[in-house]
């Protein structure tokens, strides 16, 4: 089964976005030894196994950018909270492709 995932951003993407003073909803959800070994300063870290559970967290209507290690489990976030009406965007490549500055 695979993701079906119309609405991407590159890391490169992203990090200009926040240069340039923008304030996105980013969120992390990686484990929680992954965020803390480095992550973006403006996400927010809610683990893939809490997503649904936390999605009061978020608004549906405000784009959210999702953020894992290599875009795999962010895939699947995004699937999980489009099926449930969420703004969402996949952040291509993960982590592993972010040259940014970590917190």
């Given at each position: 089964?695979?993701?079906k995932i119309d609405?991407e951003i590159?890391?490169q993407?992203?990090w200009e976005?926040?240069?340039r003073?923008?304030k996105p909803?980013?969120?992390d959800?990686?484990?929680?030894?992954?965020?803390?070994?480095?992550?973006?300063?403006a996400?927010k870290?809610?683990?893939l196994?809490?997503?649904?559970?936390?999605?009061?967290?978020?608004?549906?209507?405000q784009?959210?950018?999702?953020?894992?290690?290599?875009?795999?489990?962010?895939?699947?976030?995004?699937?999980?909270?489009?099926?449930?009406g969420?703004?969402?965007v996949?952040?291509?490549?993960g982590?592993n492709?972010?040259n940014?500055?970590?917190?």
């Open positions: 089964m695979g993701f609405k590159s890391a993407e992203l976005r926040l240069k003073g923008e909803v980013i969120v959800v990686r484990e929680p030894a992954e965020w803390a070994e480095g992550h973006i300063e996400a870290h809610i683990p196994g809490e997503l649904l559970e936390r999605t009061g967290e978020l608004d549906p209507k784009e959210t950018i999702l953020v894992c290690r290599s875009g795999n489990r962010s895939g699947l976030a995004y699937e999980m909270l489009k099926e449930k969420f703004k969402v996949n952040m291509t490549g982590m492709a972010w940014g500055d970590l917190a």
